[in-house]
């Protein structure tokens, strides 16, 4: 099983990338929104969370290792979740993810057949199935729309990025709740818009939480 690939970004094509790991090369299918925040790092060296599967039916034709790539455990978290839906194999899950998964988490626990409507290869039929699978199991996935617009109006940060939700999860692994943790790193994103990585952010929180703790 591999959970996850470490490597230089050497190609970038229209639904996947090619990823070079001491003198191998990897190809590994990635969504539109995790393309879109790899386009600008070509040539370096990335981290992706990984989801090996074989593709094909056995006995059938021929069986191909397929490697999915995610830039954050959240997002991979979600597409696992996603793929539970019937008739939604991983490619099809993939091609859908083209706007964050947070947003899409929101649509299906409103209920918002419109917006799922406007992802590729998701029509009114699909929509109604998905929502009817997967509300009340994607919350912990979800954004308001106001913590939508708090998230991805700084000049340094886009939604593309995805350095919010991964600065949230790492906060969450350290105990703090979701809710705790969205709030903090709102917080740092308002006070200093030029932060442009997770890491960054989750400096910040901890330098003002000790700054806090000095003063009182």
Not at 66 to 88: D, H, N, P, Q
Not at 135 to 142: C, L, M, P, T
Not at 162 to 171: D, F, G, K, P, S
Request: glycine content about 8%; aromatic content about 6%; some cysteine.
């Amino acid at each position: 099983m591999i959970s996850a690939i470490c490597g230089n970004l050497s190609r970038v094509l229209e639904d996947r990338v090619i990823l070079e790991v001491n003198g191998l090369f990897y190809e590994v299918l990635v969504s539109p929104v995790t393309l879109g925040a790899l386009i600008p790092k070509r040539d370096q060296e990335v981290s992706l969370e990984t989801l090996f599967y074989i593709q094909g039916t056995p006995g059938v034709g021929n069986m191909i290792p397929v490697l999915v790539g995610f830039m954050s455990g959240t997002e991979k978290a979600f597409f696992e979740r996603f793929i539970t839906v019937g008739g939604i194999g991983p490619r099809a899950a993939l091609k859908a993810l083209a706007m964050p998964v947070g947003r899409i988490a929101r649509a299906i626990e409103d209920g918002d057949s419109a917006i799922l409507t406007t992802l590729p290869g998701i029509g009114k039929q699909k929509a109604a199935k998905i929502i009817a699978e997967l509300k009340g199991k994607v919350d912990r996935f979800a954004v308001t729309p106001d913590e939508d617009k708090d998230v991805v109006t700084p000049a340094g940060v886009t939604e593309d990025d995805n350095i919010v939700e991964e600065a949230i999860e790492v906060l969450m692994q350290l105990g703090y709740r979701r809710q705790e943790s969205e709030d903090m790193v709102r917080r740092a994103i308002r006070k200093y818009e030029e932060i442009t990585t997770a890491e960054a952010i989750i400096q910040e929180i901890f330098r003002s939480s000790a700054k806090l703790r000095g003063s009182s």
